[in-house]
């Protein structure tokens, strides 16, 4: 296919989105609304925009976490930016979206883990007020830079939502800094949230850490990996063999962040990106986007991305987008209505 053909494409092909992180998913537009809001009580938020500008093209993206982090602080903030990424992903023709974000204390402005939580839903549910043609769910994050005590008040959190009448929340995340901390710190809460009856998402391998990794899968395997980068990229003979062995026989989904995982250099080009290695052995694997604003890369494009990366065709893209429908975290009755969509699309699409 040619380029342009390709990026038409992916636009008008309906996708799923498993891998997003709120504070790292804003458009241009939305981020400087939120700075502008910012600039009525700190004037020196005005001079952020260059700051986030010159981020754009660096590796270290936790150093642009830590500038969002000091916008989006209070209640009003959290709301608007999770509209807007609603509506943005919605745009870009996502028909269901799996939203994460850490539930935070911030006395300074009142904000307190659950009125954040809280606020996120009140977002979603006011989205679906405007007819958006997008399903959203929501994952509480835990950041692997806070503990476990405060990982354990995260699985806690998210159990109370979780059981509320048309819950969003479905699960729970494990992220954060991944030089940071030893995962298999928290394999007691991972066990914790899977007796909850809650999914678990977990960012796991993104570095080399093979040994946190082969403690969680044989433990507590969670249902998805994010990332996974280093799941098959070990030393032969050091016994790490196993992990790869592990997520193949319990066939746990990937989430593949391809533009997220070449700008922070976990990978050197896309052609060496680990979602062809899964791939290509048949296993489950997503496209996403992870911060699709501090990557600057929407869905649609990660999609083109791999087309021209693998060559992959037409019909080839929309296996992927409809195999996503599988491993969402919402009820069978979801995945359902979202086959059924993506049946009626077919035509007009492929």
């Not at 038409?8 to 939120?34: G, I, M, W």
């Not at 709301?79 to 023709?93: K, S």
């Not at 269901?96 to 839903?121: A, H, W």
């Amino acid at each position: 296919m040619a380029a342009e053909s390709v990026v038409k494409y992916c636009r008008d092909l309906p996708k799923v989105e498993l891998h997003a992180h709120l504070n790292t998913s804003f458009s241009p537009e939305s981020l400087q609304a939120l700075v502008q809001r910012k600039a009525a009580t700190n004037k020196d938020c005005l001079d952020w925009k260059m700051t986030i500008e010159d981020f754009r093209e660096m590796d270290h993206s936790f150093n642009v976490f830590k500038l969002i982090h000091k916008v989006v602080d209070d209640e009003e903030a959290v709301y608007q930016l999770t509209c807007a990424v609603i509506r943005e992903f919605a745009a870009d023709n996502v028909k269901y979206l799996e939203l994460r974000s850490t539930p935070k204390d911030i006395p300074s402005t009142g904000m307190t883990r659950e009125l954040y939580v809280q606020t996120m839903i009140r977002a979603i549910h006011d989205c679906q007020t405007e007819n958006l043609d997008i399903t959203v769910y929501l994952l509480l994050s835990i950041d692997r830079r806070n503990g476990v005590e405060i990982a354990q008040k995260t699985v806690d959190l998210a159990e109370k939502f979780s059981k509320q009448p048309d819950s969003v929340v479905v699960g729970i995340d494990f992220s954060g800094d991944p030089a940071v901390g030893d995962a298999a710190d928290y394999i007691a809460v991972f066990q914790s949230a899977k007796q909850k009856g809650l999914k678990v998402a977990a960012h796991l391998a993104e570095l080399a850490n093979f040994r946190e990794t082969l403690a969680v899968l044989r433990q507590a395997p969670p249902d998805r990996i994010g990332h996974g980068t280093f799941l098959h990229r070990y030393d032969p003979g050091q016994g790490h063999e196993e992990i790869e062995d592990i997520v193949l026989d319990k066939r746990i989904p990937i989430e593949a962040c391809l533009t997220s995982n070449l700008k922070t250099k976990t990978v050197t080009t896309l052609s060496e990106h680990h979602f062809n290695f899964w791939f290509q052995k048949n296993h489950p694997v997503v496209i996403c986007t992870d911060g699709k604003g501090v990557f600057t890369s929407t869905l649609s494009e990660e999609y083109a991305h791999a087309a021209g990366t693998f060559n992959f065709s037409k019909k080839d893209l929309w296996d992927l987008s409809l195999a996503a429908i599988d491993v969402i975290f919402a009820p069978d009755t979801v995945k359902q209505k979202l086959r059924e969509q993506w049946k009626q699309a077919y035509p007009q699409v492929v």
